[in-house]
């Protein structure tokens, strides 16, 4: 057994349990933003790399290991850097691809720090902080939406059994003639 594990990974093939184990299954609402739930963390990351001394072409490169559609963005920015492209154009690639309100921001203050020459890592922790809010917003909204849903049953299911209980024996009581 253990000989064909490794005569499967010297030929470069993999067991269809191996394949079928790494599978990941991500169910979204069509309003809630997919750059929503993994941006903040990605912000805080590029935040703190930045005001340790990196330049945007290693935060990127750097990011671009990580996993998650913005990730895989950002390595294709990376990627662009790479072979030549400038950062703006880069940039605007990635808003384009990920389409995303969230991600054109961050590719805006992005682009005006690096014309203005000014402090990139206070912003992107700002924006991050916003990001975070934004997300607590839409989580409060759905569970919102979800307490509503749960309120049917006590309405139109467990109050009417209670009332029922409650009157009657009250009605027996009455026919017995007190």
Do not use: H, W
Request: aromatic content about 4%.
């Amino acid at each position: 057994m253990f000989t064909s594990r490794l005569s499967r990974r010297l030929i470069g093939q993999t067991p269809v349990t191996n394949r079928l184990s790494v599978l990941k299954i991500q169910v979204l609402k069509p309003g809630i933003d997919p750059a929503l739930l993994e941006l903040p963390q990605q912000l805080e990351l590029m935040a703190a790399r930045m005001q340790n001394g990196e330049n945007i072409y290693n935060v990127f490169v750097r990011q671009a290991k990580g996993q998650g559609k913005f990730a895989e963005g950002l390595k294709r920015v990376a990627m662009r850097l790479q072979l030549g492209e400038s950062v703006e154009v880069a940039l605007s690639e990635l808003s384009i691809e990920q389409k995303s309100p969230l991600v054109d921001e961050l590719v805006n203050k992005l682009v005006l720090g690096m014309k203005r020459g000014t402090p990139m890592a206070s912003q992107i922790q700002l924006m991050a902080a916003g990001a975070r809010a934004q997300l607590k917003v839409a989580q409060l909204r759905a569970a919102g939406k979800n307490e509503l849903k749960m309120l049917v049953p006590l309405v139109f299911l467990i109050l009417p059994v209670t009332i029922a209980f409650a009157v009657f024996p009250s009605l027996q009581l009455l026919q017995l003639g007190f």
